[in-house]
């Protein structure tokens, strides 16, 4: 491990649908500005794996500590980990249609969350012009006005994107970024993604093998709900567990 | 000195029949001569009970108790028509005609009709100035009542022997328990005679005459539940609270401490109630003290505005002690002196101290078998209860787990389902006949009717389950306003077949009517059609692969418009059903199905969607714990459905999706 | 408030919404029996100044439902609530007033008022105590207060239990029913010392005040005009910037709002509260108008016609809350008060009275089916503002989210 310390470290959980084991004692740790791409085929576990990081799913057994002070994400609820600063993106773009581009922003602009305060919270110059730099970082700067259900998908995912740099997490999860983006988008995702690694800790969820190679990180496979294997990309393609499951298809 | 006069009537009333035969004529001649000249010259030889009358004519016009008795018991042994005679007698519906003779009378209009006592036959009208009417006084009616149990106890017809016990158990007295006893001895019959013997123990409690006696009786009944053998002892145990100058007498069942077992101011009350104390001086009596000493504007000296002080009223009270105007109220110290020199005691009114004490043990063995039996009882309520719940929510939960849509109008299917019976008892008279028709009729129309809502309305809202929600409170409240118009607001009567009139009587505390029987029969019916068809039929396969994804159940060629339809379909029949069973004993009105719609969301969302048996479960949990309510407090249902409610909304903080819930990915979370 | 100068500029509805509002209620003074020219009777003034409480508690299940996507089937029982508490002041103050008034030679004591009171109350439930909940009837500021409390901290008990164990969508709806069933059966039982299915009567007269029932309906007008305009004007400000975001954020998905960091619950409990509050409010200004109060008020149908009246206006707007329910309420009293012709059809006479149900529950059923956007539709309609159809996906995963055919801005 780097020598930054670990960010997020997930213990020996195990969790279980109707008898179905979707995660079987799984371990998993992330440093503070690292990137992490992780594979797996259909119903490995990864996207259970982040429903419970994101306190959406509560393991049957096992920890989850964040942070320097090692706090217990399991006694979290989904708000209180997304304050502490993990911020997720979904598979499907999923973003406020009925509202515009703007007001999606200022909605996951860091700032005081609690209601009282949302109430009289006023957006301020340094607000608005946080707002544009984020949309025009993603691509939306002139359509800011716009309601965002009238974004093409791959607007939607950038928008989503951008929301989550509002939120100005630790930790960014993200799940199959890729889906539904032309190429020159991807490669704009992949530089983003690179880019943001450098300040904060990003874990990507994707199925595209030739973005995962771009992304040129550590990689980690799930299979079964388990950790199958670990390590730069070219390590873990030339496992031969990793190509019975997955890649010698 | 009354149980042997009676001892002694009945023992005449045995022996006396022989004896009337042998009675000469000549008394009877000669008033037969006097009064009705006319007929005497023709009239055979008189008989039987004609015969007694005549004779005895004078003393039956003017009974007095003290000599009436042979005569009695004379006409009781005179043949046909002497019991009739002597109930009519009692009840004061005899008549002495102007030639002296007795009829049976009936007042019309302008007169009487008669009724000739020997025979029963009509005997034509009398004006009112023609007839004098017989009226017995108190004691002669006893000793005729008397007569009259003793012969109904013999007679030779069961049935009238059966009735006489009937009307003994209801009113029985002293002076019946000899002629009873005597009775028992010649019963032929082994089921009257038990009933005669059971009878003779409860009138031996009441009125028997020794201690020993009563006692053993008493103790014969332990752990008897008839509510007659109850009705016997509670009298017994009766206590009356009384107050004594020194120690407490006659039979006492406690001594009460003032202060511990009786509060001041009630044993105050009771002495002041047995005049042996003064009566306290009551607010209003003070006032009323103080406004007729008025003078001037003031009060002994007090201005009256100030008077809204009760410290200034107090004050000018004792300003008119002083002057003497007013009595002076009694201090605290004066009542507990009072109350120090008497004892209170709650006094049996029953002497005898043995009885009671028997009785008080009886009582409370009876008591603790009743509070068994009644929670017996409360269990098979509870059952009905749940079956009728799990009845009307049953098609409200296949719908809700297999679309998501909630109806609304479920309610109104259950009452369209009501009408429909009702309807077919107007066309078809036979009630067992009609209620075979209106069962499938109902499911058919209301399954119609589900299926042009889902039709129409309901298939362009799916996923949308609020608006579902409200659009369905919109035809609900449209059809309840169409009953309304149609059937109008009264009730209306939809009547079960005589078969299942009645109720299935275990003892006088358990019993269960049979309509309640044949819901939960036919919610177990229900139970296993459902499971039948979700389990073993095709449309069950395609029910459950649309319930669990409806998305890929179309991709595997499963039309899911078809099943949404034919679930909707099925669920609304099945409420038509309901509709049936619960207007058998519901009264049947527009209102009908919004009675139970609550409940029936009640216990779909505790039970659980999408499981018929998270439906059963939830149905027994909400009938039982409504009953369990109503049990605590037994007089206000209104309470009980307030906290079973509040029991319900406390229920779902613990099991948020009920109490057999879906998990994981599948609970669409 | 910190309602910044921009902020009627922002909501130029809201402007528009005073104005119309306050043209009204001086129109219908200028026509009143008391200070014009008579046109409107007394009874007919009574009728607007009901109707525009109505129109408040509309605002108030616009915000829950139409914004936050929870439908609340309980917000007449807080309306009622509020209404008791008003009406335990009305009715102990205005007998206190008659027995002072019939009092002996001597002045009574306070025991001997409160006792005169309990039994002119309560005597026709068959007792003659005083309930402990009646301890602050006798002054004005504490049943105003109370007003307040009592339905605000039952909605905070509630929604914070339902809210807890995240109950949402029909089951939120159902177990809201049943709370307000609890309450309605509670208010029903004589025990509960608030008269049993009597209710609370007399409300119309004002102890204290001499004016007559002419000059006091237009009082209750203005009054009410007041409070609504308070609350449309709070509403907006609530609607209107990031609060306003989160909430329509939760309608259309909750979990997407949770990852944001938002305590969705604290949110939903928030406006819940608040919106029992509201409703409180215009219970406590509509009892008095209408005289009379009972458990019968408070059942659960009642709210179902809230919520009638706000799709019929249309949802997520506040002037939509406001003309459904004005228009519904208005409409229905003209049907149901035996003023509407009857329609001969040559076969059957249709009579309204008893027809109006019928007819408002099927256009209800129209109006979901084919104008999710309620009348307030017809604004977007003449400003030609057509929102493209884009085939109605769903703007969130929730089943309870928008489709894009009705959202509106």
Not at chain 1, 87 to 107: C, H, I, W, Y
Not at chain 3, 197 to 217: E, F, T
Request: with cysteine; charged share 15%.
């Amino acid at each position: 491990m780097s020598g930054t310390g670990t960010l997020l470290e997930v213990s020996g959980i195990s969790v279980t649908f109707d008898g179905f084991r979707a995660i079987n004692n799984l371990s998993f740790s992330i440093g503070a500005s690292e990137l992490r791409a992780i594979i797996g085929p259909n119903g490995a576990g990864k996207t259970t794996f982040m429903d419970i990081v994101t306190g959406k799913t509560s393991p049957d057994e096992g920890s989850v500590l964040w942070g320097e002070m090692s706090q217990n994400l399991l006694r979290m609820n989904e708000a209180q980990i997304a304050r502490v600063g993990i911020g997720r993106k979904f598979q499907r773009p999923t973003v406020f249609e009925d509202q515009s581009v703007a007001e999606n922003l200022l909605m996951a602009l860091k700032a005081a969350r609690a209601p009282w305060r949302v109430l009289f919270w006023r957006p301020g110059a340094g607000d608005h012009a946080r707002v544009e730099a984020l949309a025009a970082q993603v691509g939306l700067g002139d359509a800011l006005e716009r309601k965002s259900g009238e974004l093409s998908h791959g607007q939607k995912q950038w928008l989503e994107i951008g929301m989550l740099l509002a939120q100005e997490p630790k930790l960014l999860l993200v799940d199959e970024p890729a889906a539904g983006m032309t190429l020159a988008e991807r490669e704009q995702t992949t530089a983003l993604l690179v880019d943001l690694s450098k300040t904060r800790a990003v874990v990507v969820v994707e199925h595209d093998m030739e973005f995962v190679r771009r992304l040129n990180c550590k990689v980690t496979v799930l299979h079964e709900g388990s950790v199958l294997a670990e390590g730069s990309l070219d390590h873990v393609t030339a496992n031969p567990k990793v190509i019975e499951v997955y890649l010698g298809r | 000195m009354r149980h042997r006069f009676l001892a002694l009537t009945a023992a005449l009333c045995l022996a006396l029949p022989a004896f009337a035969q042998e009675t000469p004529p000549s008394a009877e001649v000669s008033s037969s001569e006097i009064f009705a000249p006319e007929a005497a010259g023709e009239a055979p030889a008189l008989t039987g009970l004609a015969a007694v009358l005549a004779t005895y004519s004078g003393d039956i016009a003017k009974p007095s108790r003290k000599t009436i008795g042979p005569v009695i018991a004379e006409i009781g042994a005179a043949g046909e028509g002497a019991p009739a005679f002597l109930a009519a007698w009692a009840d004061k519906r005899v008549g002495q005609a102007k030639d002296g003779r007795f009829y049976l009378i009936e007042k019309t209009k302008d007169g009487y009709a008669l009724t000739d006592p020997v025979t029963g036959a009509a005997a034509g009208t009398v004006p009112k100035s023609e007839l004098s009417e017989l009226k017995p006084n108190a004691g002669v009616r006893g000793v005729i009542a008397s007569a009259l149990v003793e012969f109904q106890l013999s007679d030779p017809d069961p049935a009238q022997r059966r009735a006489a016990l009937d009307a003994l158990a209801r009113n029985g007295a002293a002076e019946h328990l000899e002629p009873l006893r005597a009775s028992i001895e010649t019963e032929a019959d082994p089921a009257i005679r038990e009933q005669k013997e059971r009878l003779e123990r409860l009138l031996t409690v009441r009125f028997g005459t020794s201690s020993e006696e009563r006692v053993a009786a008493i103790e014969h009944f332990n752990g008897d539940l008839a509510l007659d053998v109850r009705g016997a002892l509670n009298p017994i145990v009766v206590i009356t609270r009384k107050v004594f100058e020194g120690a407490a007498e006659g039979n006492v069942a406690q001594v009460l401490r003032v202060g511990k077992d009786l509060g001041e101011e009630e044993a105050y009350l009771l002495l002041v109630e047995a005049g042996l104390a003064p009566a306290r001086l009551t607010a209003s009596e003070r006032r009323a003290v103080l406004e007729a000493n008025i003078d001037a504007g003031a009060v002994a000296g007090v201005p009256i505005a100030e008077l809204d002080d009760p410290a200034k009223r107090n004050a000018a009270y004792k300003a008119l002690v002083a002057e003497g105007k007013a009595r002076a109220a009694l201090t605290e110290r004066e009542i507990g002196a009072a109350l120090a020199g008497f004892t209170f005691a709650d006094v049996y009114s029953e002497t005898d101290a043995t009885v009671t004490a028997a009785a008080a043990l009886a009582l409370q063995a009876i008591d603790t078998k009743v509070g068994v039996m009644q929670a017996a009882d409360l269990g098979l309520d509870a059952l009905s209860l749940a079956s009728i719940y799990f009845l009307a929510a049953i098609g409200l939960a296949i719908t809700f787990g297999v679309m998501g849509v909630i109806n609304m109008a479920h309610g109104e299917f259950i009452t369209m389902g009501a009408y429909t019976g009702y309807v077919v008892q107007l066309y078809i008279a036979d009630y067992t006949t009609s209620i075979l028709v209106a069962l499938p009729l109902a499911f058919l129309i209301t399954a119609g009717a589900g299926v042009a809502m889902e039709r129409l309305v309901i298939r362009h809202l799916y996923k949308r389950p609020l608006e579902t929600l409200l659009a369905t409170f919109g035809i609900s409240i449209a059809l309840q306003q169409i009953f309304k118009n149609i059937f109008g607001t009264q009730a209306r009567p939809l009547t079960s077949p005589a078969w299942l009139d009645g109720a299935w009587m275990i003892n006088d505390v358990v019993s269960i009517s049979y309509i309640r029987i044949a819901i939960f029969v036919l919610a177990l019916i229900f139970l296993a059609l459902f499971l039948w068809v979700m389990k073993r039929t095709r449309l069950g396969l395609e029910v459950r692969a649309v319930t669990q994804n409806p998305s890929m159940a179309a991709s595997m060629g499963i039309n899911p418009d078809r099943i949404n339809m034919l679930t909707f379909g099925l669920g609304s029949g099945i409420a038509g059903i309901a509709g049936v069973a619960i207007g058998l004993f519901a009264k049947v009105t527009s209102e009908l199905g919004s009675d139970y719609i609550v409940q029936s969301f009640m216990t779909v969302v505790v039970g659980g969607v999408g499981n018929i048996w998270g439906t059963l479960a939830g149905a027994t949990l909400i009938g039982f714990l409504q009953k369990t309510i109503e049990w605590f407090n037994p007089s206000n249902t209104l309470a009980a459905q307030t906290y079973m409610i509040l029991f319900i909304i406390a229920f779902i903080q613990f099991r948020p999706r009920g109490i057999i819930a879906l998990k994981g990915r599948a609970a669409g979370d | 408030m910190a309602i910044k100068p921009g902020f009627l500029s922002k909501n130029p509805s809201v402007l528009v919404f005073l104005l119309v509002l306050a043209a009204f209620t001086l129109g219908v003074t200028l026509m009143s029996e008391a200070y014009g020219a008579g046109v409107v009777s007394t009874s007919f003034v009574k009728t607007l100044g009901k109707t525009l409480c109505l129109c408040l508690i509309a605002i108030a299940m616009d915000l829950i439902w139409g914004y936050t996507g929870i439908l609340s089937l309980g917000h007449f029982a807080f309306f009622g609530l509020g209404g008791y508490m008003i009406g335990m002041w009305l009715m102990y103050a205005r007998t206190r007033e008659i027995v002072l008034g019939s009092q002996g030679a001597l002045p009574p004591t306070p025991q001997e008022l409160q006792d005169a009171i309990a039994t002119q109350i309560f005597g026709v439930v068959g007792t003659s105590e005083l309930p402990a909940i009646w301890s602050f009837a006798g002054s004005l500021p504490a049943q105003l207060a109370l007003v307040v409390l009592v339905p605000g901290l039952l909605a905070l008990i509630f929604g914070w239990l339902a809210f807890r164990s995240r109950v949402t969508g029909v089951y939120l709806s159902i177990l809201t029913q049943a709370m307000t069933l609890a309450l309605s059966l509670y208010l029903f039982q004589n025990e509960s010392g608030l008269r049993g299915n009597n209710g609370l009567s007399g409300l119309q007269n004002i102890p204290g005040v001499a004016a007559d029932q002419d000059h006091l309906s237009i009082w209750f007008l203005w009054a009410s005009a007041g409070m609504l305009a308070a609350g449309y004007m709070l509403a907006a400000f609530v609607t209107s910037g990031k609060f306003g975001s989160v909430m329509r954020g939760i309608r259309d998905d909750e979990a997407r709002v949770r990852f944001l960091g938002y305590s969705v619950e604290s949110y939903k409990l928030f406006i819940f509260t608040l919106t029992a509050v509201i409703a409180a409010i215009a219970g406590a200004l509509y009892y008095p108008q209408a005289g009379i109060i009972n458990p019968g008020e408070m059942a659960p149908i009642a709210s179902i016609y809230l919520a009638v009246w706000v799709a019929i206006g249309g949802r997520g707007r506040l002037y939509g809350a406001v003309v459904g329910a004005a228009f519904v309420s208005l409409v229905s009293t003209w049907f149901t008060g035996g003023r509407a012709p009857d329609l001969n059809l040559g076969f059957y006479t249709v009579k309204w009275v008893d027809w109006w149900q019928v007819l408002l529950g099927l256009s209800f059923v129209l109006v979901t089916l084919l104008a999710p956007k309620g009348l307030a539709g017809l604004v977007d309609l003449v400003q030609g503002l057509r929102h493209p159809n884009r085939g109605g996906d769903p703007m969130g995963p929730g089943d309870g989210s928008l489709r894009e055919e009705e959202a509106v801005e």
